[in-house]
């Protein structure tokens, strides 16, 4: 019984823990979303297809995630990939 109780706790432990990291990051009015920026896993949301929300691009710097950055400096921003952009990009 006590080894149940266990992984049941360990399940739901990381069944929150999951939950927590898929949720969007509070908006910061004083940032701009930025696509196409962000690392594998470090996206702060997503846009569209591949990714649901923080922390779950699938690849670097993919077109449809993006990431919080200093207003005005996203474009600016250069990748591997290309520039930053304002929006959604095809990568």
């Excluded at 049941?8 to 432990?13: D, E, H, L, R």
């Excluded at 509070?26 to 196409?36: A, I, L, S, V």
């Amino acid at each position: 019984m006590k080894i149940t109780h266990i992984a049941v706790a360990s399940a739901v432990t990381a069944l929150v823990s999951t939950a927590g990291l898929a949720s969007p990051v509070k908006p910061q009015p004083t940032k701009d979303k930025c696509y196409g920026i962000s690392l594998a896993g470090k996206n702060d949301c997503a846009a569209g297809a591949g990714t649901t929300c923080a922390g779950t691009s699938k690849k670097n710097y993919q077109g449809n995630s993006w990431k919080y950055v200093a207003k005005g400096t996203c474009a600016s921003i250069k990748t591997p990939k290309g520039n930053g952009s304002l929006t959604p990009t095809a990568r």
